[in-house]
């Protein structure tokens, strides 16, 4: 079965600075990975996403992660984080094609931007 | 284009009882699955409704029950509700087709069980 882990639970950056958060995978097949973005109250938006191709891959609002299958990672990265940026991370794992694709989730990081 | 919508916003209920979440999934889109958020944890996946049919289970115990509509909206049931069923719901919705279908989701319900 597939597994997410995100090691770091709280993350405190100061604005401006750069950020990486990290995501660990489990999955014995080729992944789908994502990361989503949860601000307080609110559902789950899609940053990006890899399915195949480069392993690096850009999303909305500036965020980039990198694929390493010989480290079974998929971090997220921001060269220059905004306020705004404050908000719950996840990274998820895609099981299935077509017929009962189910996300797995990683337990989130919580990042805090400081002024 | 509309995207995800959920109701209610937020619902107690007491232990016991029964509760239904509904989901009204994005235009164009056929499948609808709902996740399960407890406080402080990433979303479990529960179950996912593919032309008003189940098309795969998450590890929840059958009081966990749903439907999907012709106009592929969706309702999660939950029976006898306990207190660990307090979470915010989740449901995404998706085009079935070839390759990975993406998920996106509505902002949830959040329900607390007392």
């Known amino acids: 079965a597939q597994s997410v882990t995100q090691p770091d639970i709280h993350i405190t950056v100061s604005e401006g600075a750069s950020l990486e958060l990290r995501c660990n995978y489990s999955?014995?097949?080729?992944?789908?990975l994502f990361w989503y973005v949860q601000s307080p109250g609110q559902g789950l938006q899609l940053l990006l996403k890899y399915f195949s191709g480069d392993t690096l891959v850009q999303g909305i609002k500036g965020f980039e992660a990198e694929f390493k299958r010989s480290q079974s990672s998929f971090n997220l990265r921001k060269p220059s984080v905004h306020w705004s940026d404050a908000a719950e991370y996840f990274c998820?794992?895609?099981?299935?094609?077509?017929?009962?694709?189910?996300?797995?989730f990683g337990t989130g990081t919580r990042l805090q931007v400081t002024l | 284009e509309t995207g995800v919508t959920q109701s209610p916003t937020h619902l107690i209920k007491t232990r016991g009882q029964q509760v239904t979440l509904r989901c009204s999934s994005q235009?164009?889109?056929?499948?609808v699955s709902w996740y399960q958020q407890a406080l402080g944890q990433g979303p479990q996946f529960i179950f996912q409704y593919y032309r008003e049919e189940e098309n795969g289970r998450g590890n929840f115990p059958p009081r966990f029950s749903g439907l999907q509509f012709p106009n592929y909206s969706s309702e999660l049931n939950v029976n006898a509700l306990e207190l660990d069923d307090s979470a915010l719901y989740l449901c995404?919705?998706?085009?079935?087709?070839?390759?990975?279908?993406?998920?996106?989701f509505g902002p949830g319900t959040r329900l607390t069980v007392l």
């Open positions: 995404a919705s998706s085009l079935l087709g070839r390759g990975y279908n993406e998920q996106f």
């Open positions: 998820a794992v895609g099981a299935g094609t077509g017929t009962a694709s189910k996300l797995t």
């Open positions: 999955y014995g097949a080729t992944p789908y």
């Open positions: 235009s164009g889109h056929n499948t």
